[in-house]
């Protein structure tokens, strides 16, 4: 599909198929428009041209009552958590499913206390999103991502800017949640080293289409410098290191 | 060529006024859809009624009473030169009745609960709380923004209301223990004078009309606000100048209506 | 948990607006004679009606049994036809009791002030009252001053 935000094409007649109960990487340079790639699965923005579908279901021909539906049976997590600041961790997650199902009080307790203990944070459910650290409040997002059992999750940028405990606590649980929940997990991010140890397939996108697609060994092994050069993380390749600019001794000696 | 310039300029901003009230209709349109499901959960009707309007209460109180005095003190000095000082209830009754207590508390109540509330909303949209809670198929029009409407529609009255009274009593201070009025003068006088409904019920009309436009006015800007500190503080802005401009406008227009007849 | 205060707080934060409400309707502003709606009209005509507005007092010896309900103007007699609307219990009044307009103190506002007469009937629903006396205007009254002024020292 195609998609312009103003005058910038950001997708130009792109094509991705998302595997079920696989992880699937998104990957490719800051800014190329991953967030809102995901923005447009889950319906938020409606491509120019193209269609985007899950299982089955047009998502943006569907009625308002039935995208909603459709989004409960998908888990997303920001990139910085979008917990509601006003309650602790333990209603963020019960927030949900207060919301969608009829469930008494003590269920929804007993389910609470599963995921947050699914992400290791049970003992943290009476803290408020303020008192959380990056990496927690992350966690508690991917509880509350996985509330109502979803058959899929997006990650938008899981592990940008974490320590390296709390970046292999996060690359675990998204590989063993995908595992154990059979989940269908998308992942978006730049950060080559985790993102590739984890995924069953990559699409790595610049300018708006897909540059190649495979799984992490083909990639590895690819022969086009660009995808190199992003795998192994040079600073000079395809992506020139130096922005435009006039040659070094003309600038220096001044005009 | 500069003058074309300026023109073509001119040309763009009134469209852009025009698109952006489209935009705030088609916003306010949408929230009011979501209202009917909105009364099975009052509870969030009722929390809202909170932050803007018993956080505003404070205030209002306080500077009801200072304008209450205020008035009560000049309409002493000009009344009493024609030797009519006893009309001074009349007086701060009406005026505050008619204009100065849904006026001020509009514009009060613009500059606390409005600026909160485009605050609070921007911030949401900043951090994507707004975009989570519609991923989360939890749609924010009615979770977040009708109650705020609703609550400000029900607050403003209200503590309009209050404003007026607390004015009265404070001109009742001034004038009977600070002048000298007989106490029986200034409350019959003005039980005489001011009609319940030409003067207490427009007053009325009138909060309700301006709680309505000033609360619109703060949940769509922090809607529509971008979502970095600074977009916040311009939008905080916005919010503030425009619906106290709005305010002032509105009740010219109304006192029109309303008080041309007489 | 703390939703409970919230509640309590703006049950009190409604209850005073409320109550503002309603002390400023009863004490301040003029419903309780709303209540008597139910007055029988009676209607006077004048050369002359002044100041005099709708619902404007009208008082007998000081104290207000009524009040204007309405003023127009009879194209035929060119007279100004006042209705008013006199309070239930007040209705006493001779077929011959006279209204004129009067000013409340020195630049006060102007009311319908009734003399009783001494017929035995008594004005209903409807009545007229024939002996008016109209408003005084202050350039006439000035005016004549001036003029009987003017003849004095010829």
């Known amino acids: 599909m195609s998609f312009s935000r103003g005058s910038r094409q950001i997708f130009n007649d792109i094509s991705l198929d998302i595997p079920r109960g696989k992880v699937t990487a998104i990957m490719g340079p800051s800014g190329t428009g991953k967030t809102t790639l995901l923005k447009l699965i889950g319906g938020q923005l409606k491509p120019d041209q193209g269609s985007v579908e899950m299982d089955g279901n047009n998502v943006h021909q569907l009625t308002r009552k039935d995208l909603y539906q459709l989004r409960k049976r998908m888990g997303m997590l920001f990139q910085s958590g979008a917990l509601l600041t006003d309650i602790n961790v333990f209603d963020n997650i019960a927030y949900p499913l207060r919301e969608h199902t009829d469930l008494d009080d003590s269920m929804i307790r007993s389910l609470v206390l599963m995921k947050l203990n699914a992400v290791g944070l049970r003992g943290a459910r009476d803290l408020m999103p303020s008192e959380l650290s990056g990496g927690m409040a992350r966690r508690v997002a991917m509880a509350r991502a996985i509330a109502l059992d979803p058959v899929m999750v997006m990650y938008d940028e899981p592990f940008t800017g974490q320590d390296p405990i709390s970046m292999g606590v996060l690359v675990n649980l998204i590989r063993s949640m995908n595992q154990s929940l059979h989940l269908s997990s998308i992942v978006v991010s730049h950060d080559v080293p985790e993102t590739m140890s984890i995924s069953d397939y990559i699409y790595l996108i610049s300018d708006g289409r897909v540059v190649t697609q495979g799984t992490p060994e083909e990639l590895k092994n690819s022969s086009d410098p660009w995808v190199q050069q992003f795998i192994e993380g040079q600073s000079d390749g395809p992506v020139p290191f130096h922005y435009a600019a006039s040659p070094v001794m003309q600038d220096l000696i001044g005009e | 060529m500069n003058v074309l310039d300026k023109l073509q300029k001119l040309g763009q901003s009134v469209i852009s006024v025009f698109s952006r009230l489209g935009q705030a209709t088609l916003f306010l349109y949408e929230i009011l859809l979501t209202i009917p499901g909105l009364l099975l959960r009052p509870s969030l009707v009722i929390k809202q009624l909170y932050t803007t309007g018993v956080q505003t209460l404070v205030i209002i109180l306080v500077a009801g009473c200072f304008v209450g005095m205020v008035l009560a003190l000049q309409a002493y000095y000009v009344l009493v030169d024609f030797g009519a000082e006893d009309s001074i209830s009349q007086m701060v009754v009406l005026t505050l009745m008619r204009e100065l207590g849904p006026v001020m508390t509009g514009l009060l109540f613009a500059g606390r609960a409005g600026s909160a509330l485009t605050a609070e909303i921007g911030l949401m949209k900043s951090t994507e709380q707004l975009s989570g809670m519609e991923m989360m198929a939890i749609d924010p029009m009615q979770r977040v923004m009708a109650p705020r409407i609703l609550a400000g529609f029900l607050a403003m009255p209200l503590l309009t209301a209050v404003f007026m009274a607390v004015g009265v009593l404070g001109g009742y201070l001034v004038a009977v223990h600070g002048v000298g009025i007989f106490e029986g003068v200034y409350w019959s006088l003005a039980q005489l004078k001011v009609d319940f409904y030409t003067d207490l019920m427009n007053g009325m009309i009138k909060s309700v009309v301006f709680g309505f436009v000033i609360v619109w006015i703060a949940v769509f800007e922090g809607y529509d606000s971008v979502p970095t500190s600074e977009g916040l503080g311009q939008a905080t802005t916005r919010t503030v100048v425009h619906s106290s401009l709005a305010v002032l406008g509105l009740d010219f227009l109304l006192t029109a209506i309303m008080f041309g007849d007489i | ?154």
């Open chain 3, 1 to 154: 948990m703390n939703s409970k205060k919230i509640e309590i707080a703006v049950g009190l934060f409604v209850a005073l607006g409320f109550a503002a409400f309603f002390m400023l309707a009863l004490k301040v502003s003029n419903l309780i004679s709303y209540e008597s709606e139910s007055g029988y009209k009676i209607s006077a005509s004048f050369d002359n009606i002044g100041g005099l507005r709708e619902r404007s007092p009208v008082a007998v010896g000081g104290v207000r049994i009524g009040k204007v309900y309405s003023i127009e103007y009879d194209n035929e007699s060119y007279e100004a036809v006042v209705t008013m609307e006199i309070e239930p219990q007040y209705n006493r009044f001779p077929t011959d009791t006279s209204a004129g307009i009067l000013t409340a103190g020195l630049l006060g506002e102007q009311y319908i002030g009734l003399e009783p007469g001494a017929e035995e009937e008594f004005l209903t629903e409807g009545g007229k009252i024939d002996v008016t006396q109209s408003a005084i205007v202050l350039e006439e009254v000035i005016g004549q001053f001036l003029y009987s002024k003017a003849d004095e020292k010829e």
